[in-house]
């Protein structure tokens, strides 16, 4: 699977992700492809609120309510 969907629920900060996921694009913590949606666990745990999302090719972008910035997945030199 290659495609992968990646919602962001405004009112929580929460993102939701399912699809492909064999680079990491899903942000998850693994390289299995999830096939129902799931909620993305770390933002929560961190009491992090996400406020905007943006995704490409493998690459997700997204923004924190007081300004942080994280990307993934994080690849060095085509190495997982």
Not at 5 to 28: F, S
Not at 46 to 75: E, H, M, N, R
Request: glycine share 14%.
């Amino acid at each position: 699977m290659q495609d992968r969907c990646i919602l962001l629920v405004q009112e929580t900060g929460d993102v939701i992700c399912w699809g492909g996921n064999e680079k990491g694009q899903l942000g998850l913590g693994n390289y299995e492809d999830i096939n129902q949606p799931q909620r993305m666990d770390s933002f929560a745990r961190a009491g992090t609120k996400i406020s905007y999302i943006a995704a490409g090719g493998d690459l997700t972008l997204c923004c924190s309510d007081d300004g942080q910035a994280y990307a993934w997945p994080f690849v060095h030199n085509g190495i997982k």
